[in-house]
């Protein structure tokens, strides 16, 4: 599969632990988007890299949320002190430079017991 | 700020039935608009966009700006259109563009 890839699939956590998710894009996609999926709900914003430059971030995205994208080819999400409204998924997506498709990733399920 | 809606969460048809997802949207400039679909255990893609004007998988999807409309249609629905639509808005953001997301319409094809 050459699509982007969310590694874990799930993650179940206690209340006040960290947890990290990492993207991989499509290959030459020079933009990555992650969104936050509630149940019932449609995908969310959180924020955006141009290459390696987060360009812009939710204000969904509180204070314990942080996300990098080093060399401009991964990312990551990480997620401190986890509280039970973090539970969703997770979905990230890539864009190439001039295309208007993104191209979803199947997501991390986050479960905050 | 935009906006979209999608007022159905549910939408059930018979094989062979019209179907028509409702979509309606708010945003102050030019709207890009799309049609974005969930099959069972899959991930989320892309069905069409309307500045392409295109058929795929027999829906179609006219932007309406008067009635600010972006809504779905198929003239007869297959056991195989059953899913989650997402209807999705596209604006600049940081020099690119996001995505604001409808709740989405699940459409149940019943034989």
């Known amino acids: 599969d050459t699509g982007v890839s969310q590694d874990p699939r799930h993650k179940i956590t206690k209340r006040g632990q960290n947890v990290t998710f990492r993207c991989d894009p499509i290959?030459?996609?020079?933009?990555l988007y992650w969104y936050r999926q509630t149940l019932g709900q449609g995908p969310e914003f959180l924020t955006y890299?141009?290459?390696?430059?987060?360009?812009?971030k939710s204000r969904l995205l509180s204070d314990r949320f942080s996300a990098e994208r080093p060399k401009g080819s991964f990312s990551t999400l990480e997620i401190q002190r986890t509280e039970q409204g973090d539970s969703a998924m997770y979905l990230c997506?890539?864009?190439?430079?001039?295309?208007?498709?993104?191209?979803f990733g199947q997501g991390t399920r986050l479960t905050v017991v | 700020a935009q906006r979209v809606t999608q007022p159905e969460k549910l939408l059930s048809v018979f094989k062979g039935a019209p179907v028509e997802l409702k979509c309606n949207y708010s945003?102050?400039?030019?709207?890009?608009l799309f049609w974005y679909v969930q099959y069972s255990r899959q991930r989320l893609q892309l069905l069409l966009r309307?500045?392409s004007r295109e058929s795929i998988k027999g829906f179609t999807a006219d932007l309406n700006k008067g009635e600010t409309s972006f809504h779905l249609k198929k003239p007869f629905a297959q056991e195989e259109d059953s899913a989650m639509y997402y209807c999705?808005?596209?604006?600049?953001?940081?020099?690119?563009?996001?995505?604001?997301f409808g709740t989405g319409t699940q459409l149940k094809v019943e034989l």
């Open positions: 997506a890539s864009r190439p430079l001039g295309g208007t498709e993104a191209f």
């Open positions: 290959s030459e996609h020079n933009r």
């Open positions: 890299f141009q290459n390696e430059a987060q360009l812009e």
């Open positions: 945003y102050s400039g030019s709207p890009e």
């Open positions: 309307h500045i």
């Open positions: 999705a808005l596209s604006t600049v953001t940081g020099g690119g563009n996001k995505l604001t």
